[in-house]
C-alpha cells in the first residue's frame, strides 16, 4: 500500500501498533527513488512526522532519500550563498 494514501497510512499504523512495544516507531527510513515530485516528497515526510493526528509520536530519526528534495535544497542553498 502507498504511505500517500490515507488507507496506506492507517495500514502502517495499524502495523507499527501490533509490531512496536512502544506502538511508533523511533526510527523511519524512506527510500523515495527519485520517482516521485518534490510535493509527494513533502507530503510523506509531513504524514511521517504527525502520523495523521492519531496515537503518534515524533520518531527520533527520519532518513529520506529523494533527488528531488536533495536538487531543491541544494539549489535552495546555492542561492542563498550567492545573495
Excluded: F
Excluded at 41 to 47: D, K
Excluded at 48 to 57: F, L, N, P, R
Excluded at 61 to 80: C, E, F, M, Q
Amino acid at each position: 500500500e502507498d504511505a500517500l494514501t490515507t488507507k496506506g497510512v492507517e495500514k502502517l499504523h495499524q502495523l507499527v501498533r501490533r509490531k512496536l512495544m512502544l506502538g511508533y516507531p523511533t526510527v523511519v527510513a524512506i527510500d523515495i527513488n527519485g520517482n516521485r515530485e518534490l510535493p509527494a516528497v513533502v507530503e510523506c515526510l509531513e504524514r511521517v512526522m504527525t502520523g495523521g493526528g492519531k496515537d503518534w509520536m515524533l520518531p527520533r530519526l527520519i532518513l529520506l532519500k529523494s533527488r528531488h528534495l536533495h536538487a531543491a535544497l541544494t539549489t535552495n542553498k546555492d542561492n542563498k550563498n550567492h545573495a
